[in-house]
């Protein structure tokens, strides 16, 4: 995300200017999210009749809610045909005001919707937002172009039936592992940034040569020598799964991974649109997709994640200079990897295809570990699959997030709008945040001024930076960090993202066709999304290294992910003991030291840094809200006071009305946190008799 920064009125006009971008990426044909509690669970629901009718609700499965009693359920997509013609999509304006009425006058219908489907009515429904993409992928939403299956009414005539979605996997496991393959580098360095150099040149004969793996090394990350203790003569593929969530992929690039789990259901923003199955696009098929689209983000972060062997080849006059010896790109190169397509852009303002695309990596496929360089704004569901993971044992890393401002080292980036402050999930409690370090060792929030005056020209790029900041986030302008008190029981270090190594990383690119023999990479990777892996792939490397240390329930659990963690931020780099930095967080990622820490010594951490526990759930309130991130000012209403979402269990011959209010009470309380206000409990009254209203006046069931 890329937000200005360098002071409140500059800040604001950039912040209105960036909501008036996102109306170019998102669409505003809602989706509405539906909780529902019942033992009928199928991947996808369909209307066995009348599936040509406007008024006929469908339904998806996204998210499967923690196991929990107090939060148990499941999230489906749900939508109307007519709610997809053009003429009632929402303009930004009712975005900002009606959409939440609009949800208030379908929910009636859509509760019978549910009641028939599901034999129960739901515990809740909130608006979530659905990326627009490009013209040609939209034109999927095109109701006179969407074609959906129709099945037989069953006995019983019953008006909904589960139809069973088996996904079409592409498993591409590669024979030659071992044999390098050529890269070509398309765009050197920014010289707005420190270019890290190998320095075995100590004559001034010529210029010390970039160092393209620097980020690797043991002076840095020690991915190297972590990576080398794990896969060190193994040929075949690591136990461990890690899932990435991102725009996708182009496959025909000869240095994506090795091993690679690909399938159409993992198109997450497709299936969140609810586009027939047929035409779902499997993440890696970028030459079924959309001309238009662009998984060049996704490439750059899954070669960091997993890429192979590659020898990177220069241009010079000659068009014969090579690096001297083969290197991994990846981290984690044997690892298998499940690529997700959450978005079309790496940014996500509260829309579905993320909380399925976490549900989908951690539920489906079993993922281990999830990196995440996308980042945006919460909602519930979201909120339902962070918790699930995490118990599941999946531990996710994200983002900080990226931003933009004119202000070098020595000044603190502060401001109104995104303060240099961490974007969800990488917020969250029970994900780990990554923020950038130069190969300078400074904050990826500052740079330099000598630099910017010996190439002005590239402004622009010496004011990208990356996000830093615990999960309490910086509160305004005030200068004190506003830790989250739960959060921070479980010792100093665990509020805090970590530092991994930015920019000018290598970035893979897209071939231009599938007989392009010049596969590219550029040097000028940057921003916390090029961080993101490096401490996924650590991740995935320290749990293949310890995982017989662990019991199948364990493996299976929140302890997998909270050890982890654990070992990452016990190990990293600190200039001041087990104090966490302003700006690096926890510290700079070490691999290395982190392997040297087994499971038994991670669960024994009972110290003033960290302390080996189960995390406290996440919660969603206005804290988490669209409106928090751009005008940040502390809620200072605690935890035990605020008003609490009711998903208690309704008897199975609960009136409808009864059913309706509790439906209305939870919308009109996520509408207050989606708007930035926090009720306290003494408003819970209010918010009751308003939804008995609403419940009294909705329409008759069909």
Not at 64 to 93: H, I
Request: aromatic fraction near 10%; charged fraction near 20%; include cysteine.
């Amino acid at each position: 995300m890329r937000v200005f920064v360098p002071g409140f009125s500059i800040a604001l006009a950039t912040g209105l200017c960036t909501c008036s971008l996102l109306t170019n990426s998102v669409s505003f044909n809602q989706r509405l999210m539906v909780k529902v509690r019942s033992n009928l669970r199928p991947d996808e629901m369909l209307p066995a009749a009348k599936l040509s009718s406007k008024d006929a609700w469908h339904f998806r499965h996204v998210v499967e809610a923690p196991q929990d009693p107090a939060d148990r359920g499941d999230w489906y997509v749900a939508w109307r045909t007519k709610d997809l013609e053009e003429k009632n999509a929402l303009t930004l304006s009712q975005l900002l005001s009606r959409r939440w009425q609009w949800a208030r006058s379908a929910a009636p219908s859509l509760a019978d919707a549910t009641y028939r489907a599901f034999g129960v009515y739901p515990l809740m429904i909130e608006p979530n937002l659905i990326f627009h993409g490009n013209p040609a992928q939209h034109e999927h939403d095109n109701p006179l172009s969407v074609h959906y299956e129709t099945r037989a009414a069953q006995a019983g005539n019953s008006a909904y039936q589960p139809s069973s979605f088996i996904p079409e996997h592409r498993t591409r496991v590669s024979t030659s592992q071992g044999t390098p393959v050529l890269v070509e580098v398309d765009g050197q360095p920014s010289a707005v940034w420190p270019i890290p150099t190998n320095g075995s040149d100590t004559t001034n004969s010529k210029q010390r040569a970039y160092e393209p793996f620097w980020y690797q090394t043991d002076s840095y990350s020690q991915l190297a020598t972590a990576r080398e203790r794990v896969i060190s003569g193994k040929k075949k593929e690591l136990h461990v799964r890690v899932g990435i969530l991102d725009t996708g992929l182009d496959d025909r690039q000869v240095a994506t991974p090795l091993f690679v789990d690909e399938s159409r259901k993992a198109d997450a923003d497709g299936w969140v649109h609810g586009w027939p199955r047929n035409q779902l696009w499997a993440p890696g098929q970028a030459e079924e997709m959309s001309k238009t689209a662009n998984p060049s983000h996704g490439m750059a972060t899954i070669g960091l994640l997993a890429g192979r062997k590659i020898i990177l080849k220069t241009q010079d006059a000659s068009n014969q200079s090579r690096t001297s010896s083969p290197t991994w790109l990846g981290g984690v190169p044997l690892a298998r990897v499940v690529p997700v397509r959450v978005s079309s852009d790496p940014i996500s303002l509260g829309t579905a295809a993320v909380a399925y695309g976490i549900d989908y990596a951690s539920r489906i496929e079993h993922c281990d570990v999830i990196s995440m360089s996308n980042g945006g704004t919460p909602t519930q569901t979201w909120v339902d699959a962070v918790n699930a993971a995490y118990d599941r044992g999946t531990a996710i890393f994200a983002a900080e997030g990226d931003f933009l401002s004119f202000l070098p080292y020595g000044w603190r980036p502060d401001g109104l709008i995104v303060p240099a402050s961490p974007v969800y999930p990488a917020a969250f409690r029970r994900v780990i945040g990554v923020t950038g370090v130069t190969s300078e060792f400074k904050s990826y929030s500052g740079n330099s001024l000598a630099r910017l005056f010996q190439h002005l020209n590239l402004i622009s790029t010496w004011g990208f930076r990356g996000s830093y900041g615990p999960d309490g986030w910086l509160a305004g302008l005030n200068p004190r960090v506003n830790v989250d008190e739960v959060e921070a029981k479980w010792g100093a270090l665990r509020p805090y993202p970590i530092a991994a190594y930015s920019p000018n990383v290598p970035w893979l690119s897209t071939p231009a066709s599938a007989n392009n023999a010049k596969d590219k990479v550029a040097l000028t990777g940057s921003g916390t999304s090029a961080a993101t892996p490096q401490v996924a792939a650590a991740a995935a490397l320290w749990l293949e290294y310890h995982q017989k240390e662990f019991s199948p329930a364990e493996w299976n659990s929140w302890c997998k992910a909270e050890a982890v963690y654990d070992a990452l931020l016990i190990s990293a780099k600190r200039d001041h003991g087990d104090k966490p930095d302003l700006y690096f967080g926890a510290g700079l990622l070490k691999a290395q030291d982190a392997m040297n820490r087994n499971y038994a010594s991670v669960q024994t951490l009972q110290s003033k840094a960290l302390r080996f526990g189960r995390m406290a759930p996440d919660e969603f309130s206005g804290n988490d809200s669209f409106w928090r991130l751009l005008f940040r000012a502390p809620a200072n209403v605690p935890d035990q006071v605020r008003a609490q979402l009711d998903q208690s269990d309704l008897p199975k011959n609960a009136p409808r009305e009864e059913a309706l209010a509790r439906i209305y009470y939870n919308m009109l309380l996520l509408q207050k946190w989606h708007g930035g206000s926090i009720p306290k409990k003494s408003a819970e009254a209010g918010l009751r008799a308003k939804a008995w209203q609403l419940a009294k006046a909705a329409k008759p069931a069909l």
